[in-house]
């Protein structure tokens, strides 16, 4: 073989194969369970060049494939280990494979993975102070530096920094979940807090290129232009649209306050440092191999958006690709093509664009669906839903299906008399102005407080749908603050204007249709081209999305600009 990877399931890991892959590199992936062809066939890389092994570093390892180069990316990357845990794969299982590498006939290189902070460690791990896991990271380096010199192993560590990508949800992730949830009054640190980040494609490349370099190196990788944590925090919640929190709490005083009151886990508080690391040799090293790293404030938004879209970690991204745009002044979540989409979806109350995922899987076209303003992932409006959705529009060369889902479709409605050139046809999926009062979870007397707390079950049973993951989905945003209060004032709203809509409907220039389910039909009639479908509620996209998505297929393609 070309490579053995250790830890290939692991977050550097499978990026690491995913890269030697690429590069046409026959590779071992040494691990407990095959999570990995998985993920790299969902990834489009060529897996006829791999070969899974089963090993366990824990213990001796014997009967592997022979490689030239030797990868071990494997660690427990966890905070709350016993030491004893810690131990086993950050200290012993290094060693093991530094023992089982230092065997092999004409190794090039065994490339072991280290930590950024051991260049602030001093003197012996101090598993009280610091925690398991960073401990045990540092007094595995110090182990394998000293048995490798005493094999005279072509050995070269290389030591990451916070590694940033899709997948990533420990560690400043999960500060930045805080900050998403509005739950980061204060930011632990100081102002001058480093903490630098290096993108998993980056570190993948840079770690491909190693074992071309002579031996003896040792290099920090990390972005030196990473923005100090105020300032870092402050870039991603202008991007998503959150308030970042204005005040910081020092490292000591928070080491003093009991965790149920600061939320903070005791073992990442000693990676709040204004500490520098030695960064030279490994920006020199990326100079002769043409290695670039991406702007580090690009880097951070687009994770930022991978985090939202993937729930820290709870759920998959429902519809791609994504993420925060500035539409009319305010931040907007919005998937998909936003130049020439076959559909435009405008999801109802109280969900988000994820309720159309069901409907998209079964469209031949591409689709653009946003977070109404103000709602789901999308921060609050700055102008009226009016100039919002024609701002959203703007960017659109083609004449789409404009679909619009029950509180969405006051909006839609006001848009097709507005601008019947820019659309080709107008559908309204359960049109509540012209169906029957809103059921319970509707209702103008509806509790903000409830709606924050309401869980995915019984939210799911107020719709009469089932709890999948798009309800999931739409429980998650109405926890974020704000989210549910703007929720119910656009439910309002609506009862408001149903009068107002069912006027405009007659001035309509472009072909209108209605979807609606059987057990929700229309208390009004139209004289517009009716779908109703049999067994299905308020919410057909979900219950019935095949039959939806049939009816939206319907009629004319979209009309080229």
């Not at 089963?54 to 990316?73: E, F, H, K, M």
């Not at 131990?87 to 290094?94: F, L, P």
């Not at 494979?97 to 460690?121: D, F, M, N, Q, T």
């Not at 925090?233 to 910081?248: E, F, N, Q, Y």
Request: glycine share 8%; hydrophobic share 45%; proline share 9%.
């Amino acid at each position: 073989m070309d490579a053995v990877v250790f830890g290939a399931t692991g977050f550097i890991g499978r990026s690491l194969v995913a890269e030697l892959l690429r590069r046409g590199r026959w590779v071992a992936a040494a691990v407990r369970n095959d999570t990995l062809t998985p993920w790299l066939t969902s990834q489009g890389v060529d897996t006829g060049r791999l070969d899974i092994v089963t090993a366990d570093i824990r213990q001796p390892l014997t009967g592997l494939p022979a490689a030239r180069d030797v990868y071990n990316t494997a660690g427990r990357y966890a905070f709350g280990l016993s030491a004893q845990e810690a131990r086993a794969t950050n200290v012993a299982g290094a060693l093991n494979v530094l023992e089982w590498a230092a065997a092999l006939p004409g190794l090039r290189r065994l490339v072991h993975i280290s930590g950024y902070r051991v260049s602030a460690a001093d003197g012996r791990p101090d598993y009280a102070g610091s925690g398991a896991y960073e401990a045990s990271k540092f007094e595995g380096d110090l182990a394998v530096r000293a048995r490798a010199r005493e094999l005279e192993a072509p050995l070269t560590l290389v030591n990451p920094s916070v590694v940033i990508g899709p997948g990533q949800y420990v560690g400043l992730a999960s500060l930045i979940e805080d900050l998403w949830n509005g739950r980061l009054p204060a930011l632990p640190g100081s102002p001058d807090t480093f903490v630098p980040i290096v993108t998993t494609d980056y570190l993948a490349r840079f770690l491909a290129e190693v074992p071309e370099a002579p031996t003896g190196e040792h290099h920090w990788v990390l972005d030196d232009t990473t923005p100090l944590l105020p300032e870092l925090i402050s870039t991603i919640a202008d991007h998503t649209g959150v308030r970042a929190p204005l005040r910081t709490i020092p490292v000591g005083v928070l080491r003093r306050l009991p965790r149920m009151v600061t939320g903070a886990d005791p073992e990442t508080l000693s990676f709040l440092s204004s500490d520098r690391y030695p960064t030279a040799s490994a920006r020199a090293f990326a100079a002769g191999a043409g290695l670039e790293m991406p702007p580090a404030t690009e880097a951070l938004k687009t994770w930022a958006e991978d985090l939202v879209a993937a729930r820290f970690g709870a759920a998959r991204p429902r519809l791609s690709p994504y993420g925060f745009r500035a539409v009319a002044g305010s931040r907007t979540w919005v998937t998909g093509e936003r130049h020439r989409p076959a559909h435009v979806l405008l999801h109802g109350l109280p969900m988000n664009a994820d309720l159309w995922a069901p409907v998209a899987a079964h469209l031949d076209g591409p689709v653009l669906a946003p977070d109404l303003s103000g709602l789901g992932r999308s921060a609050a409006a700055v102008q009226p839903v009016d100039a919002w959705l024609a701002d959203l529009l703007s960017p659109v060369q083609n004449r789409p299906v404009l679909v619009a889902h029950s509180a969405a479709c006051g909006p839609a409605l006001r848009f097709a008399v507005d601008h019947p050139d820019r659309i080709s046809r107008l559908v309204l999926v359960s049109p509540a102005f012209l169906q029957a009062p809103s059921p319970r979870l509707t209702r103008s007397g509806l509790a903000v407080p409830m709606m924050r707390r309401i869980a995915p079950a019984r939210l799911a049973r107020e719709l009469g749908v089932p709890k999948g993951p798009e309800v999931e989905s739409a429980a998650a945003d109405l926890r974020r603050p704000g989210v549910a209060r703007r929720t119910i004032t656009a439910l309002r709203t609506d009862a408001v204007e149903r009068e107002r809509s069912r006027a405009l409907l007659n001035r309509v220039d472009v072909p209108v249709q209605i979807i609606v389910g059987s057990i929700d039909p229309l208390v009004v009639a139209t004289g517009h081209p009716l779908a109703e479908i049999a067994g299905a509620g308020h919410y057909p996209q979900l219950t019935h999305p095949r039959h939806v998505a049939r009816e939206l297929e319907v009629g004319a393609a979209p009309i080229s600009g």
